[in-house]
């Protein structure tokens, strides 16, 4: 009967709900023993040159384990830190790990851009960029070495809190990226006043390149608009051959996605940086 099933019904949502709330409860848990004893795990995604498909670039993403050491979701996790004030607090540990990760893998020879992600939270904290530079400095890293990252739907949605923050990092030299565009609707004007130095297509974008054609020539028109902006561009998401040569052909600058690589723990990117060959149709 409807009595039944609107019980069952209840008691599903109920037992959803439990879920969510032990997931919060326990995402919290872990993110403070991960803040506290050092737990994050740091992942780097290549990205490589379009042309030559050799890693210039990289992209570190955190990881979090579960208590049954299952992966916690990073999008899950970094929207509980958001929620509950913790997440200045791990930018600054991912700035930190990275800029040390970045100065070993110097020593070492290897010569990569490092990406790290930004939240709101971190670009209207004025102080934020002081600590990134200083950061820079005490490791000894070159301040073209780590580039930051934050979402358009960031940028117009804290547009002068934005812009001021663009602005710091322009004076301080650091690349900035614009992450998942395409998204947010920011508008012409917007990207046209914002300074950054990179344009990353969200990977819904890439996605649909291989749909139809109207979907092709508005990821042709975002990679038209970046060359008139004199900003380099980044395909994010790119799975397959067919994404990555359309791509490559009309000009996109650098290819990020499971086509080339999954994002890898230290000592499998290290090898797979060095296990680099070119390609043998590369010779542009
Ligand atoms: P994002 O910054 O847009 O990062 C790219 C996400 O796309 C990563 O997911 C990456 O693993 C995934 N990805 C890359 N290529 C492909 C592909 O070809 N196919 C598919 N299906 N996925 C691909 P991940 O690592 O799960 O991170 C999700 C989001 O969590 C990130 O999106 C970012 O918003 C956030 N995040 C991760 N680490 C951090 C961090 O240290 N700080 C902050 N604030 N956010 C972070
Ligand atoms: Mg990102
Ligand atoms: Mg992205
Ligand atoms: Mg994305």
Redesign the pocket.
């Known amino acids: 009967s409807y009595a039944s099933r609107d019980k069952k019904e209840t008691v599903f949502y109920e037992d959803k709900m439990k879920e969510m709330l032990n997931n919060h409860a326990e995402t919290e848990t872990r993110l403070i023993d991960a803040i506290a004893h050092n737990k994050f795990e740091f ?1 780097y ?1 290549p990205i490589v040159d379009a042309k030559t498909q050799k890693v210039v670039h990289c ?4 990881r979090l384990k579960d208590e049954n050491n299952k992966p916690i ?3 899950y996790m ?1 929207h509980v830190a958001e929620e509950l004030g913790l ?1 200045k607090k ?2 600054k540990i ?1 700035t930190k790990n990275v800029a040390m990760q970045q100065k070993i893998w110097q020593q070492k020879g290897l010569h990569v851009k490092v990406a ?4 709101s939270y971190d670009i209207e904290d004025e102080d934020f960029s002081l600590f990134f530079a200083q950061t820079i400095v005490k490791y000894g890293l070159n301040n073209k070495s780590i580039a930051v ?1 934050i979402t358009e739907r960031t940028a117009v949605q804290n547009y002068e809190a934005a812009q001021k923050f663009l602005q710091h990092m322009k004076e301080l030299g650091i690349p900035v990226e614009i ?2 565009f395409g998204v947010a609707n920011s508008s012409l004007h917007q990207i046209t006043e914002m300074e950054f130095d990179t344009l990353k297509i969200d ?1 819904s974008f890439v996605d649909k390149i291989l749909e139809d054609e109207k979907d092709r020539e508005i990821v042709n028109v975002i990679l038209q608009t970046a060359k008139i902006l004199n900003v380099t561009t980044l395909a ?4 397959t051959k067919e994404q990555y040569e359309w791509l490559k052909d009309k000009g996109c600058d650098m290819i ?4 080339f690589s ?2 890898l723990c230290v000592k499998d990117f290290e090898a797979y940086m060095l296990s680099y060959k070119e390609p043998l149709d590369s010779a542009t």
Do not use: H, M, R, W
């Open positions: 992942y995604q992209e570190a993403l955190i979701s990073p999008e970094i997440i791990i930018t991912v790290i992600n930004l939240s990252e992450d998942d990977k994010e998401g790119v799975e990020q996605g499971y086509y999954k994002p």
